[in-house]
């Protein structure tokens, strides 16, 4: 099995990582050792820089007991040309499982094509399924359940809000999005999510009532040659106080980091008593963990 998108998992499936992710954390925080995966092997291969995907899943490995083996673009084959087929064929021949992260899609989904041990997609610019995992985790413990609630993505219709689409489409919670034109999310992403998921226009539409106040970066990696244009055609797309005053008084406020200030979040939300920022940083170890445990672990 492969986890390349939200929509690899069934409804079951994601309810089932979450509850094991929450069930390792908290024995992980009472000290209780647990190395489910002693004699195994990830390998990380990195075409784009990471602070949270790679540490958390080295962490994730180590603690589990097994280990890992990083390989950026930059210092292998790979960054000289490499086909991504026979990186997958050799690779596999080596460890029990592989995290990618890169550009285009379609680099994971030849790779896993290819690959004879489970794959994982550390973000593509399509999708980063760890990501909303972990977010999902996060709004779990803070609002008991995602069952009912109503999520607002604010801001660039990217890989993490594709994935939240397909979240929504799989659980059937509310989620509203608000992109300025041109910056909407896949369509046929949004296709295949059905009812529970709507395109909105205005920031007010998306965060009035909401239970989750949701951004990320107006350039994603490999847009850097977009700034420019992209902070024009973003302003206004932006959790503030403002913003905030329209969700609900206990909403939960989430952004996967790393996060530019004062453009998409302003620094005194997402320093402020509704961020859930770091909460949902850290769950990227566990839920991983839960992820890593069902993929490498004995059948
Ligand atoms: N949120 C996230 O994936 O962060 P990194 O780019 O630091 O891995
Ligand atoms: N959308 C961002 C997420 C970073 C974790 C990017 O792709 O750069």
């Known amino acids: 099995m492969h986890l390349l998108k939200m929509s690899d998992l069934k409804k079951a499936d994601i309810d089932g990582l979450i509850e094991r992710a929450v069930y390792i954390k908290g024995r992980l ?5 647990y ?3 002693k004699t195994r092997t990830l390998g990380l291969i990195f075409e784009k820089p990471s602070t949270r995907t790679r540490v958390s899943f080295e962490c994730a490995m180590m603690q589990l007991g ?5 390989v950026s673009s930059a210092d292998s084959q790979l960054g000289r040309g490499e086909p991504i087929k026979d990186t997958a064929r050799v690779m596999s021949g080596y460890v029990d499982g592989v995290v990618i992260r890169t550009f285009g ?11 004879s041990v489970p794959v994982i997609n ?16 996060t709004v779990v413990e803070r609002k008991g359940s995602y069952g ?14 594709n994935s939240w689409i397909e979240a929504a489409g799989i659980l059937g919670f509310e989620l509203v999005l608000a992109c300025p034109v041109g910056y909407e999310p896949q369509k046929d992403v949004l296709r295949g ?32 040659g977009e700034r420019e244009k992209r902070l024009k055609a973003f302003r206004g797309y932006q959790i503030n106080a403002k913003v905030l005053r329209l969700a609900k008084k206990d909403a939960v406020v989430m952004h996967c980091l790393p996060a530019h200030r004062d453009e998409e979040i302003t620094d005194d939300v997402i320093e402020g008593p509704n961020s859930a920022v770091w909460q949902e940083a850290e769950n990227r170890l566990h839920v991983q963990k839960a992820v890593l445990e069902r993929l490498l672990g004995d059948k």
């Open 29 to 33: 925080k009472r000290g209780i050792l």
């Open 35 to 37: 190395s489910p995966l």
């Open 66 to 70: 097994g280990s890992t083996v990083f």
């Open 105 to 115: 899609h379609e680099r994971v989904e030849e790779f896993a094509r290819y690959s």
């Open 122 to 137: 550390g973000l593509t610019d399509l999708h980063h399924p760890c990501q909303v995992l972990a977010d999902i985790m």
């Open 148 to 161: 009912g609630i109503k999520v607002a993505w604010i801001g660039d219709g990217n890989n993490v809000a």
């Open 193 to 224: 999510a059905g009812k529970s998921v709507k395109l909105g226009r205005t920031v007010e539409e998306a965060a009035k009532d909401a239970d989750v106040l949701n951004t990320d970066v107006w350039a994603s990696m490999g847009q850097e």
